[in-house]
């Protein structure tokens, strides 16, 4: 009789707690970009925040350096894009005297911006940065926690967004199609080794196993698809061009790479390796591919011209994740480390080496390289650059910080 109300109480307190644990599931507030500078999401004065209608008051962003800008503290998926944006402003009804007898109602007035497009890696949701205003915007509310990649079509309409989902043996990569506006998105096939938006516009995917990889194309909205190649080896990086693909075998320094060219009818072609620690990038046109190698112990950057196949080392060392070619294939963007260290590019991969990084643009046709900027002397900052993107008129480059997940923007 003695054990009943103990009985009683105890299933009171497991009641409570699965009560709890439901409340904080449903109800509990999903985590929030926080925007360095402005006014961060928190203090808005208990408004809502509607998407696209603006999210902060006063200008965001950190000037570290000489426009070099620290726009977020917090990580954000890798991979963005950017655009010039153009807007009009709305006339004035009311008239301006331009002298004794003529009057004149105020037009409109253009005005363009570059826009970068980026996603918040807890919660999902998608920003819009534009850099000279510098002004943020939340275009979505779609929540989609820990993305950890993202690829954009070219006019920011879309994100093919990747992240882990499941847990333990059952955990796998889910691919989300995400609109920039978080509606109307969906999935695609589960466990993606890749999904990218081509310079066609169209949705490159990559389905690796034990027995090799298969490469498809479909329309952006995943419709159409249909079988781009297949190869017997695994592990491979893909990336699209407006000419030929262009894929890599798996880097590792105890590793012998190989480099390939895929026509249009997904046959292979050797055009670089064997070589340790290899990865490769190509032009957006095709026409010249830039490729990070190790010789004994040094890491080495080359740029190959493709149709004479003459391979010409470049005047910096990288690893070739830390480049961005720039629209026109006539140069390249790197942030190129202040020194390195052994085991590249593995011990980097894994995470146990970093890098202190310059800024540092690659003239490919003179073999050129000129300081940027160096992101710890400007602004006391160390910077380990990943994720490049230079929008299509070269007015900016976009990189994230591979240390804090932040996101950076220098205005060129």
């Excluded at 977020?72 to 301006?96: C, H, K, M, N």
């Excluded at 919660?123 to 990649?149: A, F, W």
């Excluded at 509606?183 to 096939?189: A, I, N, P, R, T």
């Excluded at 090799?212 to 990336?239: I, Q």
Aim: with cysteine; net charge negative.
């Amino acid at each position: 009789m003695r054990r009943r109300p103990l009985i009683i109480i105890a299933g009171v307190l497991v009641v409570i707690g699965i009560v709890a644990g439901l409340v904080f599931v449903f109800f509990g507030g999903d985590a929030e970009l926080t925007p360095v500078g402005g006014n961060p999401f928190g203090d808005l004065s208990g408004e809502s925040i509607v998407p696209g209608e603006g999210l902060n008051e006063g200008i965001v962003g950190v000037e570290v350096g000489p426009r070099l800008y620290r726009v977020t503290d917090t990580p954000v998926a890798l991979g963005v894009v950017a655009f010039t944006r153009v807007s009009t402003t709305t006339p004035i009804d009311t008239e301006v005297d331009l002298g004794a007898t003529t009057t004149s109602p105020v037009s409109a007035a253009t005005v363009t911006d570059t826009e970068v497009r980026f996603i918040d890696r807890a919660s999902g949701n998608t920003y819009r940065y534009l850099v000279h205003d510098r002004s943020l915007t939340r275009l979505s509310n779609k929540t989609l926690p820990g993305i950890q990649r993202a690829s954009w079509l070219a006019d920011g309409s879309a994100a093919y967004a990747q992240f882990l989902s499941g847990s333990g043996a059952g955990e796998f990569v889910a691919t989300y199609v995400l609109p920039d506006s978080g509606e109307g998105g969906f999935f695609l096939e589960q466990g993606l080794d890749a999904a990218e938006a081509t310079p066609d516009g169209e949705l490159f995917t990559l389905l690796s196993g034990t027995t090799g990889s298969v490469g498809s194309l479909s329309r952006a909205d995943g419709t159409n698809e249909r079988t781009y190649f297949t190869s017997l080896l695994s592990s491979l990086a893909v990336h699209p061009t407006r000419g030929n693909f262009y894929a890599s075998t798996k880097p590792s320094w105890l590793l012998d790479g190989y480099g390939f060219q895929i026509n249009a009818s997904g046959s292979f072609t050797r055009i670089l390796g064997p070589l340790r620690g290899l990865s490769v990038l190509p032009s957006p046109d095709g026409s010249g591919v830039l490729y990070s190698y190790v010789s004994g112990t040094t890491l080495r950057l080359a740029v190959l011209n493709v149709e004479s196949r003459q391979s010409t080392a470049l005047p910096v060392s990288t690893l070739v994740e830390k480049c961005v070619w720039a629209q026109d294939s006539e140069s390249a963007y790197c942030g190129i480390p202040t020194a390195t260290g052994r085991g590249l590019p593995d011990s980097w991969y894994q995470g146990a080496t970093t890098f202190t990084d310059r800024l540092w643009e690659i003239d490919m046709t003179e073999r050129l390289a000129t300081l940027v900027i160096d992101p710890l002397q400007a602004g006391s900052v160390p910077v380990d650059a990943v994720a490049l993107f230079v929008d299509p008129s070269e007015d900016v480059v976009v990189f994230t910080d591979r240390l804090s997940g932040s996101l950076w923007v220098y205005d060129l």
